[in-house]
């Protein structure tokens, strides 16, 4: 049974207009989240990550917000460029911080 | 540093035969930890290891599937008999407690 779902697996988006990428979490006990990009052929690399006592977290054009009540975060991207087109995976962790669960991915395409 | 490595990129076989993937990771981090990516369950976690100990198996998905760390710069995920359905690209991940993990490249896996 998955903890953390991503329920869009692709999203096309303009060069220059905002993306945003949604994930859902089953597990209350969840408070720390991440976001990690994949490019073909490679690994996940970190983006951003987000504690359970905060509801947003900035980083350049990466923004995570996190509502707790509806076990929900989002990621947005503003502006998208084309080297945004990636797989973006959410992931979510106990204090504990060791064991992370991973949604299936959305893979992002920002066209030029 | 070098980051996570893993050997081979690439493993083609044939089922029944036994396949080893094998990790690097990076100097001084002391979690290891053992990923499937497919397209049905994404990133699923299959075990991960403290200074060289397995704490979590349970994403092992059969017998077939073993895994072992000698030491702290080498680990092996090793698949013994293979099947067609094992075709998946395994990566890798290192980390610092509660840090976030590290990805090596992955290996791609195709079982005929």
């Known amino acids: 049974d998955q903890q953390v779902k991503q329920n869009s697996p692709s999203l096309s988006v303009q060069e220059g207009r905002i993306s945003i990428l949604n994930c859902d979490y089953t597990?209350?006990?969840?408070?720390?989240f991440l976001w990690y990009k994949k490019y073909p052929a490679e690994g996940p690399t970190f983006l951003i990550s987000?504690?359970?006592?905060?509801d947003k977290n900035e980083d350049g054009r990466f923004t995570v917000f996190l509502n707790k009540s509806a076990k929900h975060l989002s990621l947005h991207i503003v502006p998208s460029q084309p080297g945004d087109s990636a797989v973006y995976f959410c992931a979510a962790t106990r204090s504990n911080f060791n064991k992370f669960y991973f949604g299936s991915g959305t893979k992002l395409n920002v066209k030029p | 540093d070098a980051g996570v490595i893993q050997s081979p990129r690439h493993e083609v076989t044939e089922m029944g035969q036994e396949v080893t993937l094998r990790c690097k990771p990076i100097s001084g981090h002391d979690y290891l930890f053992w990923y499937r990516q497919t397209m049905m369950r994404g990133l699923e976690l299959l075990i991960y290891f403290n200074n060289n100990v397995p704490i979590d198996d349970s994403g092992m998905p059969e017998d077939r599937f073993s895994a072992k760390m000698p030491n702290a710069s080498f680990s092996t995920l090793k698949i013994q008999p293979s099947e067609p359905r094992d075709s998946a690209v395994y990566f890798c991940?290192?980390?610092?407690?509660?840090?976030?993990?590290?990805f090596g490249p992955g290996t791609r896996l195709t079982v005929l």
């Open positions: 597990n209350s006990m969840f408070d720390y």
């Open positions: 987000i504690s359970s006592i905060k």
């Open positions: 991940a290192s980390s610092l407690p509660r840090t976030e993990q590290f």
